[in-house]
């Protein structure tokens, strides 16, 4: 049996990673990316505390495929809304998207 340590730091190890990424990266493709590492590590976190806590239920395993069922729901509307701005922009850098300033 692995310990719960060792799933926490493989949680927070990714999380560190998302977060270095998602603040560094000026690509819209690699921010999403970032989102994705981020939620990978909350559902890390959901399913170890399920297991350490009570293995009897599997609360920490539908909690998961919510959050699994979220971030497909999330890169899919990301996806489309990158598509749409490059194809008027021809780019996918952050910094040239000024579409909502006045």
Request: net charge negative.
């Amino acid at each position: 049996m692995i310990p719960l340590e060792f799933y926490l730091l493989l949680a927070a190890a990714l999380f560190c990673i998302g977060i270095y990424g998602l603040v560094t990266s000026r690509n819209v493709i690699r921010v999403l990316m970032s989102i994705e590492l981020l939620l990978n590590a909350v559902n890390i976190n959901l399913m170890a505390f399920s297991n350490y806590l009570d293995p009897a239920t599997a609360t920490g395993q539908v909690f998961t495929v919510f959050v699994i069922s979220i971030a497909a729901a999330e890169a899919a509307v990301g996806l489309a809304i990158v598509l749409a701005i490059y194809r008027n922009r021809d780019t996918v850098d952050m910094e040239a998207f000024n579409l909502l300033k006045w």
